[in-house]
């Protein structure tokens, strides 16, 4: 697993960097392509970053959320 300083590291490479406008953009262009857009979150820090990313984006965006039960109480505080 990698540390901390190891994420920061690789966060200043230029193929982190280039992936990270792709998916801008292609959050973009499906934010322009449709009206009624929505983030599935489940609080993991996949969907955390895509949210993130989405809501900067645009701050009207629907968030779904099903507490499963097993959800870590950080995710729902």
């Known amino acids: 697993m990698d540390t901390p300083i190891e994420y920061l590291l690789n966060?200043?490479?230029k193929?982190?960097?280039?992936?990270?406008?792709r998916t801008k953009n292609d959050i973009?262009?499906?934010l322009k392509k449709y009206k009624n857009v929505s983030v599935s979150f489940s609080g993991g820090k996949d969907s955390t970053v895509l949210l993130d990313l989405v809501g900067r984006e645009r701050d009207d965006i629907i968030v779904l959320f099903i507490e499963s039960?097993?959800?870590f109480p950080d995710t729902t505080d």
Request: no cysteine.
């Open 15 to 21: 193929k982190y960097r280039n992936l990270l406008e």
């Open 11 to 13: 966060a200043k490479t």
């Open 28 to 30: 973009r262009k499906t």
């Open 69 to 71: 039960g097993a959800t």
